[in-house]
């Protein structure tokens, strides 16, 4: 059983920045992809970032690439979420992902998740 834990998020305003963590423990995560969706209100679940441990791969969604990042610290079994130049439109709750095998960005693919951590963006 894997277990995938978030911290961080919070409330923001327009333009500011927010950190998102997430600790995994259970398996081992050397070939897991690690990636963070986020669902708004009223709206699916939509995939935001995805990163695997050993290659370094990192992908992210058009809406959010060149302001969000998303990194990981091996020793720690921990992913991170930075998100800056935030938007009034990112404002959703936002889960952590986990899979054995390489990056995908539905959210069908992915067997693990945390409980979800709530970003808020003010204007």
């Known amino acids: 059983q894997v277990q995938l834990v978030e911290s961080g998020g919070g409330l923001a305003q327009a333009g500011g920045s927010l950190k998102l963590s997430c600790a995994a423990s259970?398996?081992?995560?050397?070939?897991?992809?690690m990636a963070w969706f986020r669902r708004a209100p009223g709206k699916e679940r939509e995939f935001v970032a995805a990163t695997t441990w050993s290659a370094g791969f990192r992908y992210y969604a058009d809406s959010v690439k060149g302001r969000f990042i998303i990194s990981r610290d091996n020793a720690k079994n921990t992913v991170y979420l930075q998100m800056n130049s935030l938007k009034p439109e990112d404002t959703a709750v936002y889960y952590c992902?986990?899979?054995?095998?390489?990056?995908?960005?539905?959210?069908?693919?992915?067997?693990?998740w945390g409980q979800g951590a709530q970003v808020t963006v003010s204007t």
């Open positions: 259970g398996r081992t995560f050397g070939s897991h992809t």
């Open positions: 992902a986990a899979r054995l095998s390489g990056p995908v960005t539905t959210a069908e693919g992915y067997n693990y």
